[in-house]
Every structure is written in C-alpha cells, then in structure tokens.
C-alpha cells in the first residue's frame, strides 16, 4: 500500500480509454483494487498482461506494477465488478456533435450498465461522474437514469458525485497522484456521497472543493475556458506585434512579470488536443441554449481557427508560389509528449500545403503511426528529423518538441527558410544562411 489508509475496490466504467486507464492505475498504485471495464478486447488484454494501450509517460511502469501486485484487473464484466466495489468510476467519452454540442450517447450507454448493476447491489455505492459533462447533466440526466435502471434513490441506496479531472497529457500520471497544484473538486449529491469519495483522496496534500454536481461541472468548462481564452489573447497580441514590428517574445516575458497574469501565454499556430477545442464548443452551446451570447468563447474558438492561416499568409509572403516546393514539417502531434493528433493544428497546416500542390516530408518522434489516420499516403513520413530536412526547401516547426529547438539541426534543411509556428527556435542562435519567421517575430527579420 503506497499512500492511502483506507483502500476500497473500484470499478472504472470507460477504463481502458485515456482518462479511465490512467485513473484506473492510479488509484490501483495508491493500494486500491482496482476493476477496468471496457468494452475493447484488445486494451483489456494489454492491460491485464500489464502493458499501457496508450502512450502516457509512467503510466507503462504503473501498470506493470499493479498488475503484478493484483490490485488492476481488465475485464468486460462491469456488474460482477461493480457488486464487488464501493465506488464506481464513470469515465466514459464526451465528444462533441457535428454542431458542437456535447454527445453524451456513450455517458448514456455507461450509465445505463451501471444502473442495471446496482439493481443487483445489495451495499451502498458511490457512483462518480469523471467524464466532462455540461452543467446538470449529473443532476438532471444521470441521476434519473440510474434511479430508473436500479429503481433505488440517490442518496439513499447509493451515493453520486462530480469529481472532473483536470489531466493533461504528458503529465496525467504525476497530476493524478500528486494534485497539488490543480486541487480536488467535489460535487457532491449529498454529503455522504462526498464523504464516500473522500475516502479514496484521504492523505492528499491537494486542497479540497466540495461543492454542488452542477459547480463542480462547470469548473471544468470555466478552467479550459479560462486557459484557451489566454492563449487565443496571447495569439491576438502576437499577431498585433507582429504588424507593428514587435517581437512577441518580450512582451510576453513583461507579462509573466506581473504575477496576476497567467501562464498559458504561449503564442502560435493555435490550441488543440482533447480537451480544448470540444469543451469550449461545448460550452458555446449550452451558454446559447441557456440564452446567453458567449462573445468571450467565440472570440476564442475564432481567433484559434484563424491562426494556421496566420502561419500560412506568412509561407505565402516569403515563398509566393507553393506549387512543387518541398516542406519538412516538424512535430505532428498537438503537443510535445504525446502521439495525440486530436485537434492537432498539423492537420489544417499540412492540408492548406497540400491543397497548394506542395509536398510534405513530416516527422514527429511519437505521432507518426497516427498521423497515417489523417493524412494517409499523401504525405511522406520520415523517420528522422534530418532526413525531412534534406528533402526540403523550407520547414515548419509545428510541434515543440525539444528536439527542434537545437538550432544545429537546421543545418540539414537544404533551403533556407524557417517558419517557426510555435516560437520554440531562438532565430540569434541560427547561420545566417537562413530565413527565420514566426508567430509574432517581426515580419521578415533575418536572422
Ligand atoms: C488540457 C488542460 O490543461 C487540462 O487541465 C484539461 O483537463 C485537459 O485539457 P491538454 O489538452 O493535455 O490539457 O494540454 P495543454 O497542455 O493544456 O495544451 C492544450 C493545447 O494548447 C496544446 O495544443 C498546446 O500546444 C496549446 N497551448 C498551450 C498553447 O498554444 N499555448 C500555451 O501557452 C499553452
């Protein structure tokens, strides 16, 4: 037992998916025996021969331990995992529908297997809501569901709570073990449903929220729409700095300089990945079903849809004609540590490339094997970043790998223009054989 007092058996309903396994092995790694359902034959039987189905740095070894020590099992069976638990993990995915609203069909599906089981339960449960669900849907939604399936009440025969989670990829494990700095939130239907889920969080150092379903919901929203707000800001500050010929670069470091300012300042090509894009969408939707105009969010998904073309209005002004050039891209991945290409920006940068009859020699040091769903043989994948670069008359930094900010490796690169979407390359550091321009670097400036 690593950390925890008190250990309890828990089922993660949607556990082999990202959310689900990586709570599932942490809760099993804190002394938690720990039962992952899922629906998918192929992950169950990764994971029960104690390797990760998905890439998430420590999350391998996390596994391999717990499996080992007994305490993570994969399986398909949820009722006779569920009337073997206390508490029931629902971590099912949310995505959006064509026109933005959520898709809870698969929140729906879980929960209808949940309320079926706890029919045949005779103890009392909890069960917690991870999945990002828009304010109410546990109150409104799942709650009557799982009345209805169990015919038990809320409250009584079982308890319910809103626990987001707050995991971002590449550091999901360490934010799950050590919350510290994003804290616990815990909607709770009761206070004897929050103090069930307590349990499992006893000897965190992470402060706690406990709150109503509906908060604890619209926290989650609040957060990711509070941090693509400042990144779609800090996109709009750099493309005004890049008119007037100010480097984006060091107005940001006077803005770190007043601590009240946030950190997702980063300017670029733009936000993508899991979570961002679907939850301010989301959110979008149910402001305007609730009549509100939500000017903030949309200006935020707009200034985010914009900024590939920022980068390509750059390419076009230094190269003119795209026909026949030879682009090395680097980085496919929406961000560094992962081979996530959800929402990836090098989907709109390669298409817009590719639309202009340029070819596209990528590389990325993890997302490869996924790029090939998006982009299939239309483009060349290599298997270095030096190989790309000796193909091509100019390359695009798209991910920042830490990799592609050595400015020796641009000495492969056989043309002479750099177009850095992600500011990740210090242009000082660079032969002045080449042509450097990024988001919010002045327009033109050689290096
Ligand atoms: C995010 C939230 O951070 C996490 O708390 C939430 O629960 C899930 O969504 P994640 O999607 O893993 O996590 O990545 P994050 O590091 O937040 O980056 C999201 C996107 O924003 C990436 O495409 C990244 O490149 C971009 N970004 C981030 C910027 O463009 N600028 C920044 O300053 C920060």
Redesign the pocket.
Known sequence: MRCCEITMNVTVIGGAGYVGLTTSACLAYKGNTVYCVDIDQSRIKRINEGSSPIHEGGLEEIIEAVVKEGRLFATQDAGNSISASSAVFICAGTPSKKDGSIDLRQIIIATRNVGRSLAKKDEYCVVVVKSTVVPGTTRSRIIPLLEKMSKKKAGVDFGVCMNP?????GSAVKDLLFPRDQGIVIGQFDEKSGDSLLELYRGSEAEILRTTLDSAEMVKYA??AY?SKD?SF?NEMANICQQLDVDYLDVKKGLEMDSRIGR???A?I???????PKDIRALVSKAKEAGIEPAILEATLRVNENQPSVLMNIVKRALGNLKEKNFAVLGLA??PGTSDMRESRSIPIIERLLAQGAHVYAFDPEAAAEAKKFFGRRINYTSTAEEALRKADACIIVTEWQMFSDPKLYDYLKGRFIFDGRRSLDPRKLSHRFIYHGIGFPEGTKS
């Open positions: 989670e707050f995991l971002r990829e957060r990711n941090l990144i800090a997702f300042l980063n670029g733009g936000f993508g990945g899991s979570c961002f929406f961000k």
